[in-house]
């Protein structure tokens, strides 16, 4: 029997040069050109499910396993498994954070090897999830087999089923012990070489259990144009996306605080360190626990207290994707806030918060009022505590979290031009909140509100029609600062609080900061006559 059109053409295109005397001949330039001449080409899955019931000759079955005979990710769904899930989900999002799989060796590195490291390691810290997985198994492929073309391969009498996958072949197994078919073979990556396997490539795995002719004669199906050197050595290939086929990140019904911040509000961007420590953590740092009389305890309570707030502040990210999905013709959407909005939690966050915060409020009381009987011993340390001060200054600060909340709410339902002028006090809310059980000297509270003016510009910029990449914060950071330093000093003749450590180290660590975008303005500067 013949492959539908189009696949003839595909067919036809591997007896032209890409076809090689061996799989493992097609180099990596042939099937990248391959794999840019089928993306985005796919067939119906009534044509393949046709075309294998139609089958009149002998032929090998090559099926991909992930989102085609079974409809979900096994890799994911395995580590899924990890207990307990919060943990495993922290666990993941280091590995996602530190990239590991980038400092292997040369023949390993890189995001190819990324599912084989995170397996690995996933097994040798969380070894029950091996056991777990082989109960969970049964259930998932009970819930996501694909039925339609497991019926299609039981009623050929000339197909030969194979399950070839670049997933892992220990974690298969178990599943297709539980498949309303029984293949011949289930080929898969191994558990300590699967870095090695996943870079061969799924036609090597084969090339080890058979003949380059049966290969070259065989019907692949498969929904990843990553087999694209493979797709065209078959004689039948079939690109295809099966209805109800999803890829779900494992963990993904967990919620994490900032994950909305990192995967969706602003994805690939680092926005916790960048935006959240670097920014506003090292901003209240220099403020507010360099005069505290324990500035590193202080230091460490600011950062569970920032923490806190984030956990909050981070629903009104939420909130304002939701509303501008629902209410705005164009809503400016990440591509992944369809993939994760489900997971956000508007109920977590909060525990979080409060769990934060506690921490937060604690340390910070011991720092701003036990002075160094703190450090003779965590006895007296405690004795010192007043439980009744500590207790109104957390309900003061879930007070403010929740004031916080219902601001953000409220900018969130307003207008996009009327948001121009909530959005400093929501600012300020950032930055001065924390004065609530601290306090910050001159030269802290001019960094703080230097920031204030810093991240409101570029919004009134943006809702304005402009271009809001093109505004320099960090000179402008600076330049604020010392505006604000410089007219108390002169004008005001306060010129003593600037002189000492405090001002010299945030004006030493802003003037870092302003290298890149100093260097552009500097670039960029000439006389008009030139």
Same mark, same amino acid.
């Given at each position: 029997m013949?492959? *539908?059109? /189009? /696949? !003839?053409?595909?067919?036809?295109t591997s007896d032209t040069s890409l076809a090689k005397s061996s799989p493992s001949e097609l180099n990596e330039n042939e099937a990248l050109a391959y794999k840019q001449e089928i993306d985005g080409k796919t067939c119906e899955a009534q044509q393949v499910i046709n075309f294998i019931e139609n089958l009149n000759e002998s032929s090998l079955a090559i099926i991909d396993f992930d989102e085609t005979l079974f409809l979900r990710n096994s890799t994911e769904e395995y580590l899924s498994n990890i207990k307990p899930q919060f943990i495993g989900n922290l666990f993941l999002l280091f590995l996602d954070k530190l990239k590991p799989w980038n400092f292997l060796p040369q023949s390993l590195r890189g995001d190819e090897s990324r599912d084989w490291v995170r397996v690995l390691l996933a097994t040798i810290v969380f070894p029950w999830t091996w056991l777990l997985w082989q109960g969970r198994a049964k259930h998932l492929m009970e819930a /996501?087999?694909?039925? !339609? $073309?497991?019926?299609? $391969?039981a009623n050929s009498h000339y197909t030969k089923t194979v399950i070839a996958s670049r997933g892992f072949e220990f974690i298969i197994k178990p599943m297709t012990k539980y498949l309303s078919i029984q293949p011949e073979q289930v080929i898969g990556c191994r558990f300590f070489k699967g870095g090695l396997d996943r870079h061969q490539g799924k036609e090597a795995l084969l090339a080890t259990k058979f003949d380059h002719d049966a290969i070259r004669n065989s019907i692949l199906v498969t929904d990843s144009t990553d087999d694209a050197s493979l797709l065209a050595m078959v004689k039948? @290939?079939?690109l295809v996306q099966w209805p109800g086929a999803q890829y779900i990140p494992a963990l993904s019904n967990i919620y994490l605080p900032f994950f909305y911040l990192e995967r969706v509000k602003r994805p690939g961007s680092n926005f916790t360190y960048e935006v959240v420590i670097k920014n506003h953590l090292l901003s209240l740092v220099l403020a507010i626990s360099w005069i505290? *009389? $324990?500035?590193? #305890?202080?230091?460490i309570g600011t950062s569970f207290l920032v923490f806190s707030f984030w956990c909050i502040y981070e629903i009104g990210y939420f909130e304002n994707d939701q509303i501008a999905e629902k209410y705005e013709k164009k809503p400016v959407l990440s591509e992944t806030y369809h993939k994760y909005k489900s997971r956000m939690n508007l109920f977590q966050p909060w525990l979080f918060a409060s769990a934060l915060g506690f921490v937060g409020v604690l340390l910070t009381y011991i720092s701003n009022h036990t002075g160094n009987y703190a450090l003779s011993s965590i006895h007296n340390t405690f004795l010192l505590l007043d439980q009744k001060s500590i207790f109104v200054d957390f309900t003061m600060w879930m007070g403010i979290l929740a004031s916080i909340r219902i601001l953000y709410s409220f900018y969130n339902y307003l207008d996009e031009k009327t948001r121009i002028w909530v959005y400093p006090f929501l600012q300020?809310? =950032?930055y001065l909140s924390f004065l609530v059980f601290t306090n910050a000297s001159r030269v802290g509270l001019a960094l703080l509100i230097a920031n204030i003016f810093v991240? &409101?510009? @570029? /919004?009134?910029?943006?809702?304005?029609?402009?271009?809001?990449?093109e505004f320099e914060e960090q000179i402008m950071r600076l330049f604020v600062f010392l505006l604000i330093c410089a007219g108390s000093a002169l004008f005001l003749h306060e010129i003593e609080f600037i002189k000492n450590w405090q001002f010299a180290v945030i004006l030493l660590w802003l003037s870092i900061r302003i290298? @890149?975008? $100093? =260097? =552009?303005l500097?670039?960029?500067? %000439? &006389? #008009?006559? %030139?």
């Open positions: 013949n492959s *539908p059109e /189009y /696949y !003839s053409s595909i067919s036809d /996501y087999e694909n039925h !339609s $073309l497991s019926r299609a $391969l039948h @290939p079939f505290s *009389p $324990l500035p590193i #305890v202080n230091a300020m809310s =950032k991240d &409101w510009i @570029p /919004y009134i910029i943006y809702r304005c029609g402009g271009q809001r990449d290298r @890149p975008q $100093l =260097k =552009k500097i670039s960029n500067a %000439h &006389w #008009v006559w %030139h």
